[in-house]
T-cell receptor, first 114, second 114 residues
């Protein structure tokens, strides 16, 4: 079985501040990949960042970083210096090696205030 | 340009009708996925396929059917057995199982029952 849990339905942050979006996962696979996607109101899915289960370093892509704690099975997204354009729905996802199933969490709606 | 194309963008279905949503990719990806998204909700997996002529049920397959006769194409049929089909449908593709590049998404199809 494979499951992603995002416990924050909505988050608010002030412009230029940092925000952390939580994600925990459960899988029986030893090897897996973790992903974060952004979905603006237009509905498109924008890939943000990826972390492999065997990667020792936390992934970083510009203002996005992934705080990966394997023992806790968590893969939190950190957005630094929030911008108004960051307001969107954010999804955490996982793909295991056993069946190639790509599973998404329920999402977190982020609102950035000026 | 390589990408994934869904059509149509908007689709209206009468009660009791079957409709087919198209998904085509020219990324040479082995894996393809169909998701359903209800307003303000996460992505729920309907069906996925890792290779041609093979596919697996996701978490909400009832009332849907798929085929994978070509690597490039993964059409989804919403049958009359699906009692509440009004939703946003997203198709995605990825490299094969064991590879952890990101999933690419189409622009989505908004299906409405009239």
């Amino acid at each position: 079985a494979q499951k992603i849990t995002q416990t924050q339905p909505g988050m608010f942050v002030q412009e230029k501040e940092a925000v952390t979006l939580d994600c925990t996962y459960d899988t029986s696979d030893q090897s897996y990949g973790l992903f974060w996607y952004k979905q603006p109101s237009s509905g498109e899915m924008i890939f943000l960042i990826y972390q492999g289960s065997y990667d020792e370093q936390n992934a970083t892509e510009g203002r996005y970083s992934l705080n990966f704690q394997k023992a806790r099975k968590s893969a939190n997204l950190v957005i630094s210096a929030s911008q108004l354009g960051d307001s969107a729905m954010y999804f955490c996802a996982m793909r295991g090696t056993s069946y190639g199933k790509l599973t998404f969490g329920q999402g977190t709606i982020l609102t950035v205030h000026p | 340009d390589g990408g994934i194309t869904q059509s149509p963008k908007y689709l209206f279905r009468k009660e009791g009708q079957n409709v087919t949503l198209s998904c085509e990719q020219n990324l040479n990806h082995d894996a393809m996925y169909w998701y359903r998204q209800d307003p303000g909700q996460g992505l729920r997996l309907i069906y996925y396929s890792q290779i041609v002529n093979d596919f697996q049920k996701g978490d909400i397959a009832e009332g849907y059917s798929v085929s994978r006769e070509k690597k490039e194409s993964f059409p989804l049929t919403v049958t009359s057995a699906q009692k509440n089909p009004t939703a946003f449908y997203l198709c995605a593709s990825m490299e094969g199982r064991g590879r952890f590049t990101e999933a690419f998404f189409g622009q989505g199809t908004r299906l409405t029952v009239v």
